[in-house]
Structure formats: structure tokens, C-alpha cells
């Protein structure tokens, strides 16, 4: 194969070789302007690990709260009680049962996020919730929290990371969300999240999931005020983290949105920047199962064009009453579900086969439908607010 970069084709003779890309290769696959061939060669290595197939869960999204006190920089979801009670929400945790369960029980994956919200934000609210969502729903992945809910739980009860990680794995915790990675960078990270769990720890608190047998995933915001060369490192110290603690199922790039908050200056980034960096994610994180474009972030267009660049996971249809508050607070345009046809579509378009799975990637059939089982279905709390 001949490249417009020779830079590419060093690169693609290491890739051949079974070897990991370094800091300088990785940003010689950002700063190529062949374009076309840095998606082939991410999509050979994508070919190499899934095959044709490219995934997709049933699942709902919950926030259950925005109150938050990190003040991360970038961040247009968060509210402060204090100084604008009048954007707090904060669900009970009957309400997030019953909006858990309010269409039907067919769903694979309960994905939840909230902030660091000092009355929701502890082991005395999840761990009953938790199992009451593994006695009524054993079909359901529960896929919650993310790093730094994690420590500050483990501060809130003077916890060590294994003691907690050890509760909730005992509640039923199958995967940890990847948010809250933002950048590794320490003097970039200190400028847009100072107050959020650094680098160090959440690392530490991922491999000790892993350790205990929780799966999580990893995420990176990019498109902000971070350099080229902070998203490569970022690259390459979660390589170096599955590779002292196995147990990362995918890597989620997650485009910065400027609407509302303190970065608003960086802009929105680019179809090209996105699909690059689908496509750099895959060559340098030779030791991760999956890619996944989140569509609600990037968008289904770019999306589904992502599948041609590294990409062999499109996230989750969302619930059909389910409201996703972060990205949708900073301008994302994209809505809130997508049915499950559309993506199986959308999938096969590309060239691809479409395949449902759940966090961990089991697979199943398209037509898979939970057995009944205990009262889920007529197990429903009335809505009120908080």
C-alpha cells in the first residue's frame, strides 16, 4: 500500500509487528494529512479485533442529580444549590427505580451519572438501590459511577479503594462508567478540573476495580484547551494501566461542547478532529478490546463514519423517556433515543453487523426479551419532586 506519508508507513510496518506505538507516532498520526490512509489502517486493526461486527446496547441513562461541587471548568450541567437553587434536581432513590422501569425491563445495560452531590453521593443511598435492582431486574448490567464519585465515597466513609470497590462489587456493580479521565496532563488537568480526582487516582481506582473483578471503560475530552501531545500521553498511560490491571472493555473519545461554560472560547470541534481521533485512539491502544462512538456526542453521521475509522461500538439506543442533561446542557443537537432498528441501519449501511450486547459484551440476539421475573414490571413508584 502506497501512503502520502511516509511517516505512515513506519508506522503501519510497527503495527504489523505486534508493536505499541510511542509519542512520537502518535502524534505523527495527528499531525498526517492522509487522511484516508490513517482510517484504512485503523480500520484493519479494528477488522483485526472484531471482525465485521460493530456493537450497540439496549440501555437507559439516568442522571440522577446535577448538584455538584468539583467546579470543573468545562462542565455546563453542574449546579450549585446554593447559588442557583433554582436549576437542582435531585432524585429520590424510588425515582430513579421507577424511571429505571417505567417503559419495560427490556434493556441490558442501566447506565447513571450524577455529580458530587453531598446528600445523594454515598453508600447509604446506592447500596440499597443497587440490590434492589439485582433482585428485580438480573438481566440488567449496572453500569454507574465513575472514578470520582468513587473517591469522593471513599473520603465521605474513610474508605480505602479496595474496601469500597469491594461494597459495591457486593451490591452488584458489574461496570464503572469512564467519565471523569477528562485529561492526564497534571497542568492541564489543574486548569479545567483542579477539584476532581487527579490522574494518579483515577488510575488507581480503575485498576483496583479491575483487581476485584468489576469491568469499567475509559474515557478523554478532547477539543478543549489540552495539546496534541496530552491526548498521546493520554493514550498511552491507559495502555500502560490495562496493561498492570486487565479490565478496561472500551475506550470512549467524548468531543468537548462550548455552550455554557468557562471553555465556551475553544469552539466546537471538527468532523475531521473527531474522526482522527477515532482513528489515533484504535493504532495506539493496541490493548483494548473496543472503540466506541458515543452518538449523542459526535452526532450519528459521524458516527456511523467513525465505524470507517477505528470505531466498532455505537453506545446505547437510550430509553425512549430517558434525558440526558450533560451534553445536551452544552449544546450537543443530538436527541435523546435512538430505536434499536435505526442503529442495526445505520450499521449495516456501513458495511457492518450489527450485534446487541451488554457492558461486558456479552452478546445476544436482536429479539432477545427478558423472561418475567419478580414484579419489576408492576413494581412503580408515583414521580415527585425533590
Not at 461486558?360 to 419478580?374: A, L, V
Amino acid at each position: 500500500m502506497r501512503f502520502a506519508d511516509p511517516a505512515l508507513a513506519a508506522i503501519e510496518r510497527k503495527l504489523d509487528a505486534g508493536e505499541s506505538l510511542s509519542m512520537e507516532d502518535g502524534l505523527a498520526l495527528y499531525r498526517t494529512r492522509d487522511i484516508h490512509s490513517l482510517g484504512r489502517m485503523a480500520r484493519s486493526v479494528k477488522e483485526r479485533k472484531s471482525g465485521k461486527n460493530v456493537f450497540y446496547v439496549l440501555n437507559r441513562y439516568i442522571n440522577s442529580t446535577n448538584v455538584c461541587f468539583a467546579g470543573c471548568t468545562f462542565c455546563s450541567f453542574a449546579a450549585d444549590e446554593f447559588k442557583e437553587p433554582e436549576r437542582v434536581f435531585r432524585m429520590t432513590a424510588d425515582q430513579v427505580y421507577a424511571k429505571a422501569v417505567e417503559t419495560g425491563t427490556n434493556f441490558n445495560q442501566l447506565h447513571i451519572v450524577g455529580g458530587h452531590d453531598p446528600r445523594q453521593l454515598s453508600l447509604d443511598y446506592w447500596l440499597p438501590l443497587m440490590r434492589r435492582f439485582k433482585e428485580n431486574l438480573p438481566h440488567v448490567q449496572l453500569s454507574l459511577f465513575t472514578a470520582a464519585e468513587i473517591e469522593y465515597m471513599a473520603k465521605r466513609h474513610r474508605l480505602s479503594f479496595p474496601a469500597i470497590a469491594a461494597s459495591l462489587k457486593e451490591a452488584g456493580l458489574d461496570n464503572v462508567n469512564g467519565g471523569a479521565a477528562e485529561i492526564f496532563a497534571d497542568a492541564t488537568r489543574a486548569k479545567i478540573c483542579p477539584h476532581k480526582v487527579s490522574a494518579a487516582d483515577w488510575l488507581a481506582i480503575h485498576e483496583e476495580l479491575h483487581r476485584q473483578g468489576i469491568a469499567s471503560n475509559a474515557t478523554m475530552l478532547y477539543g478543549h484547551i489540552e495539546s496534541m501531545e496530552d491526548r498521546v500521553d493520554h493514550f498511552i498511560r491507559l495502555r500502560e494501566s490495562q496493561e498492570r490491571s486487565p479490565g478496561y472493555n472500551a475506550f470512549i473519545p467524548l468531543a468537548f461542547h462550548p455552550d455554557g461554560n468557562e471553555l465556551s472560547y475553544c469552539g466546537w470541534t471538527s468532523g475531521l478532529d473527531d474522526l482522527r481521533t477515532f482513528a489515533v485512539a484504535r493504532l495506539m491502544l493496541d490493548n483494548f478490546d473496543h472503540i466506541k462512538a458515543y452518538w449523542m456526542i459526535q452526532g450519528l453521521k459521524v458516527c456511523q463514519a467513525a465505524l470507517h475509522f477505528g470505531a466498532d461500538d455505537m453506545d446505547g439506543t437510550h430509553g425512549s423517556t430517558d434525558e440526558e442533561m450533560i451534553y445536551h446542557s452544552a449544546g450537543t443537537q443530538s436527541g435523546q433515543y435512538v430505536d434499536d432498528r435505526e442503529f442495526r441501519r445505520l450499521i449495516e449501511e456501513a458495511g457492518y453487523v450489527p450485534v446487541r450486547r451488554n457492558s461486558t459484551y456479552d452478546e445476544f440476539p436482536w429479539d432477545w426479551t427478558p423472561p418475567p421475573f419478580g414484579s419489576a414490571q408492576d413494581d412503580k413508584v408515583e414521580l415527585v419532586e425533590a
